[in-house]
C-alpha cells in the first residue's frame, strides 16, 4: 500500500472514532440525567 492509501485509511478511521466518541459524549450527557451511562458496544479494528 502506498504512504497515500495508508494516510486515507488513517483519516477515516480518525474519522468515525471521533463521530463514536461525540455520539458516545452525548449519549452519556443524556443518560447523566437518569443517573445511568449508556456504553455502547464498540469494535475499531
Do not use: G, H
Not at 463521530?19 to 479494528?45: G, R
Amino acid at each position: 500500500m502506498s504512504k497515500q492509501q495508508l494516510d486515507a485509511i488513517a483519516s477515516r478511521r480518525n474519522q468515525l472514532f471521533l463521530s463514536v466518541a461525540t455520539i458516545w459524549e452525548l449519549s452519556i450527557k443524556v443518560n447523566n440525567k437518569k443517573l445511568t451511562i449508556f456504553q455502547p458496544l464498540i469494535k475499531i479494528d
